[in-house]
């Protein structure tokens, strides 16, 4: 398997780091920030692994000077934040909190005096809880809601801010937070999750359009969780179920993007999807976007099962603390697929990273060489996805700190920097000196000597 050697990428290829606003910020009641659903989710008991929530979090709303000085450190190129909304309209519309926007507005001075590029997300979750309780993503006036927020972020910081993201993983949203229940706001029906991807696509195109009205210059995008679905068999039954799952994970929201319609399969085996589509919806979807964010961490080995698709475990394969296989290969195969079959300008990976067990040993260091080797691998798969065509223009770590991972509360620890949730000391695990070793790798690295020609 071949590992991440820095000059298979171009010169201006973008090395980063991801998080996100409710795994990091804490300051859940500072400045005026409303509830979100997560904040009720959390403090709901036996939602949350522990009881844990993200009142503190890392106390990155504090914290971020030093923080950003450790992305220095780091030698980041860019930083991939979350904008959490009810910092920002604390009732989801309507008025303003500017406490909420002073907040993004200094972390993004910040990043740039260090020379590290700002990359927003304007949706990681977190929805304002005035709106759940109108419906939610179920309803369509959450989506008019999304594309007012945006529009007011982008105008007060799109004169620095360039690269822009809508949503982050519509799928999980929609169907771990309203079908499956284990992410907020904690719904268990099939019917929610399909209206919440619609109305989240719907928000997406709509979104596109108020960042450009704000903020002409910006480069906007969404990010998906993507995975390559493999059959198990080359039986067309186990191939069949690998496409479904294909279609349920992938194309589901690929296709309204890119092609501006729903996969002809889905809309035939799933009738809740229809009769949410109004007329000019699937052209807004389809708004052009300058990049895809592709989140990417495992991928699914597919066998027909007798109620549907069944997913199986590789008894090779490592796994990470999530019971997420590692499979470099699956991130390539993903990347030459995505473009091949829907050609984005550009792709980023926002997020790639992995949980493991770590602990503090008696010199107080973090040794993760589990981590090291995951990045290394999975940054190679990346390097020859390039070499093979995809136009991938940056890779972002999940991520630069260990945080609050949702329904697991702070039990899975996927930073590169090691929180020590007592006291909220930072502590770089050898895998963030791996990492700055390697991005300086490309800085350092020789120019290659000028062709001379005729
Ligand atoms: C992704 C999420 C991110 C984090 C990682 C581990 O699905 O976008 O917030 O939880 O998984």
């Not at 009720?40 to 522990?50: E, I, L, M, N």
């Not at 990359?119 to 759940?132: G, S």
């Not at 475990?313 to 091949?340: C, F, I, K, Q």
């Not at 300086?440 to 005729?454: E, H, L, M, N, Y």
């Amino acid at each position: 398997m071949s590992t991440a050697r820095i000059d298979s990428f171009p010169e201006d290829f973008i090395w980063g780091a991801a998080t996100a606003s409710y795994q990091i910020e804490g300051a859940v009641h500072e400045d005026g920030r409303g509830e979100s659903v997560w904040d009720r989710f959390s403090a709901t008991p036996g939602k949350v692994r522990g009881g844990d929530t993200g009142a503190v979090a890392c106390d990155f709303y504090h914290r971020y000077p030093e923080d950003v000085l450790l992305m220095k450190e780091l030698g980041l190129d860019a930083f991939r934040f979350s904008i959490a909304w009810p910092r920002v309209l604390p009732q989801g519309r309507g008025t303003v909190n500017e406490k909420g926007l002073d907040f993004y507005d200094r972390l993004v001075d910040a990043l740039l005096a260090q020379g590290i590029e700002p990359f927003a997300t304007l949706f990681h979750w977190d929805t304002p809880q005035a709106l759940e309780d109108e419906g939610g993503w179920r309803v369509r006036s959450t989506a008019e809601a999304f594309a007012e927020y945006a529009e007011i972020v982008a105008a007060r910081l799109g004169d620095r801010v360039k690269f822009w993201m809508t949503h982050n993983e519509p799928w999980v949203h929609a169907w771990i937070g309203h079908s499956w229940g284990q992410h907020a706001p904690g719904l268990t029906s099939e019917a929610d999750a399909v209206a919440a991807a619609h109305h989240l696509l719907l928000s997406h195109g709509w979104g596109v359009d108020a960042i450009r009205r704000a903020a002409p210059e910006a480069q906007v995008g969404i990010v998906l969780n993507l995975h390559h679905a493999y059959p198990h068999s080359d039986s067309p039954e186990d191939e069949a179920a690998a496409w479904q799952v294909d279609g349920e994970g992938n194309r589901w929201f690929l296709d309204p993007i890119f092609r501006g319609s729903y996969p002809a399969d889905l809309l035939e085996r799933n009738a809740l999807v229809a009769p949410h589509v109004q007329d000019g919806d699937l052209q807004a979807m389809a708004a052009p976007i300058d990049f895809l964010g592709v989140n990417n961490y495992f991928r699914f080995i597919v066998s027909a099962g007798p109620d549907g698709p069944r997913m199986e475990h590789n008894p090779e394969a490592p796994y990470t603390e999530m019971g997420w296989e590692v499979y470099p290969d699956g991130l390539y195969e993903l990347l030459v697929r995505v473009s091949d079959d829907y050609a984005p300008r550009a792709i980023y990976v926002t997020e790639n990273g992995a949980a493991f067990g770590d602990v503090r040993v008696h010199d107080g260091a973090v040794h993760d060489p589990e981590r090291t080797s995951y990045l290394e691998t999975y940054i190679g798969a990346v390097g020859r996805a390039i070499a093979d065509g995809a136009p991938v223009k940056g890779y972002f770590v999940w991520s630069f700190l260990d945080n609050f991972e949702w329904g697991h509360g702070y039990s899975k620890r996927f930073g590169i920097v090691y929180v020590d949730y007592p006291t909220l000391e930072r502590v770089p695990k050898d895998s963030f000196y791996w990492y700055r070793d390697h991005i300086a790798g490309r800085r350092d690295a020789p120019k290659p000597a000028p062709v001379v020609t005729g």
